[in-house]
């Protein structure tokens, strides 16, 4: 099992920043791949960025592209999300995902999740 604690979300103005934090736990030498993904209310849970944890590889939602990124710090088991030029429509709930067999895919592929963090962007 892998805990997942996000942090570090918050109110912010459009085109302001703000920085995630995801701590992991617990079998963490068994993940291959981190993950955030976003909730917006009345809509589904959608794929924002992941990384690879071995290597560092990164994949990146088309409407995050050039304004968010993902890293990780493997010494400390935890994984960021550096969000820039932030824009209302990134309001929702981040969630922080991990697997120990996939690096990318839907949010049902994936085996472990926090809790979630609240993002507000005002326009």
């Known amino acids: 099992q892998v805990q997942l604690v996000e942090s570090g979300g918050?109110?912010?103005?459009?085109?302001g920043?703000?920085?995630l934090s995801c701590?992991?736990?617990g079998r963490t030498f068994s993940m291959f791949?981190?993950?955030w993904f976003r909730q917006a209310p009345g809509k589904e849970r959608e794929f924002v960025a992941a990384v690879?944890?071995?290597?560092g590889s990164t994949l990146y939602a088309d409407s995050v592209k050039g304004r968010f990124t993902i890293s990780r710090d493997i010494a400390?088991?935890?994984?960021y999300l550096q969000m820039n030029s932030?824009?209302?429509?990134d309001t929702a709930v981040y969630y922080c995902a991990a697997d120990p067999r996939l690096w990318t895919?839907?949010?049902a592929s994936w085996d472990y999740w926090g809790q979630g963090t609240q993002v507000t962007v005002s326009s």
């Not at 918050?10 to 085109?15: D, R």
């Not at 932030?86 to 429509?89: A, D, Q, R, S, T």
């Open 33 to 35: 791949g981190m993950a």
């Open 86 to 89: 932030l824009k209302p429509e």
């Open 17 to 19: 920043s703000l920085r």
């Open 23 to 25: 701590a992991a736990s």
């Open 10 to 15: 918050g109110l912010v103005q459009a085109g």
């Open 105 to 107: 895919g839907p949010a």
């Open 76 to 79: 400390k088991n935890m994984a």
């Open 52 to 55: 690879r944890w071995s290597g």
